[in-house]
């Protein structure tokens, strides 16, 4: 879709497409807002010709009467939508944000995490010309999904910050502007938000689920093999967020269902012994995953990332809080790993 300013000041909007269907005529017109959030026909645009896949319009004004200069045109708060036909409205052949709705080409994006392997995804956030954001939901599945950015790591929880669209039939697109307590929030903001997404199915189910902004993974990881006690075997991971914040991640096979197993980082190795220095959320049994966002040690003192791949310390994961003389696995880390 092209506009061209001419001597006299109208405007010509031109629309060329490729798939059209000979001798037919897809009616075309300029709406408010964007296509994400949906908006009143704002301007006519003459139907598109099936045959050659053309439309030029010259306009001076919105339907309503309004003058409109090419000027405000490219800054228009706007999408176009391009229809089947004028009998069927409802089913879109193209659409478009223009105007100050314009993505630039920026974009950020982050892989979902699911129990399921079945569910497999991905969550983008896409840049606008006016510094506003395009989030867009791409996720294996059908039905209808709620779908929230939530603040802090998922580790950590956090309540909703931002509502989006419902997922329907893997698919979502939202415009972000505020967040729900109506404080502005623009694309360079979100990409340093502190939070994560989840998308939720039947009674509130948790599907999946990814960190983003700041708390998203920079791809530097470390893993550390768990030893095999009483029939358990595992890994944990400690992952780099953009932040510096440390993801630890413990997967163990063969733990048993309701069970709740507490887990801690201590001070030297394993085979020397030392006190707890961090405490990790529990292993849950049906899973046998913990996940934990570190920042910092029990006594108060920051840790990065960088200082817990060499720190001195080792994993304990316990039978259970009535039982920690028990071990369920347990694994040196970091400079003795």
Not at 193 to 199: A, H, R
Request: overall charge negative; some cysteine; charged content about 15%.
């Amino acid at each position: 879709m092209t506009f061209a300013k001419f001597d006299d000041n109208s405007i010509s909007i031109t629309i060329d497409l490729n798939g059209t269907t000979a001798s037919a005529s897809q009616p075309a017109h300029i709406h408010n807002n964007t296509a994400a959030e949906g908006g009143g026909i704002a301007i006519d645009i003459t139907s598109v010709d099936g045959t050659t896949g053309e439309s030029v319009t010259v306009i001076t004004q919105t339907n309503d009467g309004v003058a409109i200069t090419y000027e405000q045109l490219i800054d228009f708060d706007g999408y176009v939508n391009i229809h089947n036909s004028a009998d069927d409205l409802g089913t879109l052949l193209a659409q478009g944000d223009i105007g100050q709705n314009k993505l630039t080409g920026e974009f950020t994006e982050y892989e979902f995490l699911s129990d399921d392997p079945n569910v497999s995804g991905t969550f983008s956030f896409w840049e606008r010309v006016n510094g506003e954001t395009l989030a867009i939901v791409d996720i294996e599945g059908d039905g209808d999904r709620d779908s929230h950015i939530h603040g802090n790591s998922a580790a950590e929880g956090g309540g909703i910050l931002i509502d989006l669209n419902h997922v329907v039939a893997g698919k979502s697109k939202t415009n972000v502007s505020v967040k729900n307590d109506d404080t502005p929030i623009t694309y360079d903001e979100l990409l340093e938000f502190d939070g994560y997404l989840n998308i939720h199915g039947d009674a509130g189910a948790l599907i999946a689920q990814t960190d983003i902004g700041q708390n998203a993974l920079t791809g530097n990881s470390v893993v550390y093999p768990l030893d095999r006690i009483a029939g358990v075997t595992g890994t944990v991971t400690f992952a780099e967020r953009n932040n510096g914040e440390t993801l630890v991640r413990i997967q163990l096979i063969g733990t048993q269902a309701g069970n709740n197993h507490p887990c801690h980082i201590h001070n030297n190795d394993a085979a020397t012994g030392g006190n707890i220095a961090v405490d990790l959320n529990n292993v849950n049994g049906n899973t046998g995953r913990s996940v934990s966002n570190v920042t910092q040690l029990n006594n108060g003192t920051p840790i990065d990332y960088a200082g817990m791949i060499n720190y001195n310390g080792y994993i304990n994961v316990h039978t259970s809080s009535t039982n920690l003389g028990t071990l369920v696995a347990q694994g040196d880390i970091g400079s003795n790993g």
